[in-house]
């Protein structure tokens, strides 16, 4: 394999990570002394170090631009140790709530990794590797002393850490009732079988090498890369979605509620309501530009209030059922027909009967995402309204 060749697999994720790491800075900036929000950050930015650092054209670099050949393989090794220690510290601090006991387990967690990380540096230190090795270090150095200490350990400390955390997991899910936490686990109980698939693939090659056998190297040259691969990925989409996930789904919600209130807006806009004292550019935040749609809104129907009619709506609502709409959707379009017919009403300054002392808005009013998903079906609108016409006519005749 050349050193120039491209490896999608590992540039993917790594650019994910990049862009969620970027995504979540402001959060960070915000509430840094929330030990989620710096255990997550702090577990993307490793995940994003490790994709970057794994790429074969990025060993090579590392290794020329240190001048030590083969440090890229400490480096990686404590990137992975690092980042072991990351999620174990975040799943205790998940099931744990604040107070020593959370305290002293994740202490000892990162007393733990970072004792092995200096470990994987002293035993390189020790070792004689100067032959650069790419992709096949593991096997290549299995049988040289330190090095072959230096290769277990990183190996053993990933499958116990994995481990750990599965004992951690296994209990835990089963008690959960947030769906998205228990997505997120399930996602990590995936991601921390296949990190055990690629140790024990790394291990039988390794094992192989100091029998003599090298027709094991596969496992560790094609099997367990794409499991390790795997093994990040899910790992810290499993951290990341019961984060994400509420964030996205609420984001999604507003978005949808807004873009479903701009008819009812657009048209209420129109008459002119009241301004509310809330500066708000196309680029502000999308819950303030909601909340400004929905005052908007409520500020229109609140000055067509005097030319609302129970009445009218309430023979729409009935010519709608009788044409075969269902209630919710009957509703939304009552409420679109006498919204309409009041507006006439504004702008021809017609009095309404009753003239000041008409009813305040009413309730059924409130719930103004039909009214407004009815308004994108002027034809439907206008056939109910002669339908609402006809039947207050027969009401009448008889």
């Known amino acids: 394999m050349e050193l120039t060749d491209i490896r999608i697999p590992y540039i993917v994720p790594a650019a994910f990570f990049v862009v969620a790491l970027l995504i979540k800075l402001p959060t960070l900036r915000r509430a840094f002394r929330d030990p989620n929000v710096r255990s997550t950050s702090l577990m993307m930015f490793l995940a994003t170090l490790i994709f970057l650092s794994i790429a074969p054209t990025s060993v090579h670099r590392i290794n020329t631009f240190i001048g030590i050949s083969n440090v890229a393989a400490p480096w990686t090794y404590s990137l992975l140790t690092a980042f072991g220690g990351c999620c174990l510290s975040m799943l205790i601090t998940w099931q744990d709530g604040p107070g020593p006991r959370r305290l002293r387990r994740t202490r000892r967690v990162w007393i733990i990794h970072a004792g092995i990380i200096a470990a994987l540096w002293i035993s390189f230190l020790m070792a004689d590797v100067p032959s650069e090795r790419i992709t096949d270090l593991d096997t290549y150095y299995a049988t040289t002393p330190w090095m072959r200490e230096h290769i277990l350990l ?3 400390a990933h499958m116990a850490s994995a481990m750990a955390a599965v004992r951690l997991i296994l209990p835990w899910v089963k008690e959960l009732e947030s769906a998205w936490l228990r997505m997120g686990l399930r996602l990590l109980q995936a991601g921390y079988a296949c990190g055990l698939v690629f140790d024990v693939s790394k291990l039988c090659a390794l094992v192989a090498r100091w029998f003599g056998t090298p027709d094991w190297d596969f496992l560790s040259l094609r099997i367990a890369p794409n499991f390790a691969l795997l093994n990040g990925i899910l790992v810290a989409l499993g951290f990341i979605l019961p984060q994400a996930g509420p964030f996205l789904r ?3 919600t507003d978005h949808a509620t807004y873009r479903r209130l701009r008819p009812l807006w657009q048209l209420l ?15 502000s935040p999308l819950p303030l530009r909601l ?19 129970d009445q009218r709506r309430g023979t729409a609502f009935h010519a709608a059922l009788e044409a075969g709409y269902k209630e919710h959707d009957a ?22 009967e009753g003239g000041e002392d008409s009813a305040p808005l009413s309730s059924d009013l409130i719930s103004v995402e039909p009214i407004s998903l009815a308004l994108r079906s002027p034809s439907r609108i206008e056939a109910i309204r002669r339908l609402a016409e006809n039947r207050k006519s027969s009401h009448t005749d008889g």
Request: charged letters at 25%; proline letters at 8%.
């Open 291 to 309: 909340m400004r749609r929905q005052t908007n809104i409520r500020d229109g129907l609140l000055l067509l209030a005097p030319h609302l009619d």
């Open 154 to 156: 990183y190996l053993l």
């Open 269 to 283: 806009h129109s008459i002119d309501p009241s301004p509310v004292p809330i500066r708000v550019r196309h680029f």
């Open 250 to 252: 609420d984001r999604w």
């Open 331 to 352: 509703r939304g379009t009552a409420g679109a027909i006498d919204i309409l017919v009041a507006v006439d009403l504004f702008r021809t300054a017609t009095r309404p």
